[in-house]
């Protein structure tokens, strides 16, 4: 069993984001694999998650906007399936489908409203990347100094034009200067992970 506590991440009901997450606490029950190929061999394995449970605060748009108010309702008296993706300290994001329950209303402010839930799933996870930080500096005086970063090991692809980036577009290798407002965007990729969500900064002058 291990055990992983953080903060920040999304609850979304297929690829809709309905909540956010603000602290979370996860629990994985660990299983192995035999993956030895021969029989004279020294037998190896590795470790496969067999299921996992735990709980998390966020804070929910209880707004009518998309029929938001019956969709927390319908989670706050019945819970049910819903796809989480939490942060980790890593830059990395783990993301699962779980069972919420338990739901504990906290306080609200305008259209928002805090709820914390526990929630159990089964199987493993997805890795994905984080969505890369931009930062955006003034640069003498008619520049703006662009800098994206992101883990160790990764591609980060961006555009300049608002357009969303895939692995088609611009590599980033160096600091970008723009003269003129700008909408940059930019998306993070490493093998083995699925690319980030798109990260977005809307440059001004």
């Not at 992983?4 to 297929?14: F, I, N, P, S, T």
């Not at 929910?60 to 989480?84: E, M, P, R, S």
């Not at 980790?88 to 259209?111: W, Y």
């Amino acid at each position: 069993m291990s055990v992983l506590a953080g903060k920040d991440g999304y609850v979304k009901l297929g690829s809709n984001k309905i909540g956010y997450i603000d602290n979370y606490s996860l629990s994985i029950e660990q299983g192995t694999a035999e993956v030895s190929e021969f029989e004279d061999q020294w037998r190896s394995y590795i470790g496969t998650g067999k299921g996992f449970s735990g709980s998390f605060s966020g804070t929910f748009d209880y707004g009518d906007t998309d029929g938001q108010k019956a969709i927390v309702d319908d989670l706050i008296g019945n819970g049910g399936t819903v796809n989480l993706e939490f942060k980790t300290s890593l830059g990395l994001v783990l993301v699962c489908t779980a069972e919420i329950s338990n739901a504990t209303v906290g306080g609200s402010h305008s259209d928002k409203i805090s709820i914390s839930f526990n929630f159990q799933g089964n199987g493993g996870f997805t890795k994905k990347m984080a969505p890369p930080v931009i930062l955006v500096e003034p640069y003498m005086d008619t520049y703006k100094k662009i800098s994206i970063a992101s883990v160790t090991g990764a591609t980060i692809y961006y555009t300049t034009n608002g357009d969303t980036p895939d692995e088609d577009e611009n590599e980033y290798d160096n600091p970008i200067y723009v003269s003129s407002a700008a909408t940059i965007k930019a998306i993070a990729s490493l093998s083995g992970y699925e690319n980030s969500d798109v990260a977005s900064k809307v440059v001004t002058f």
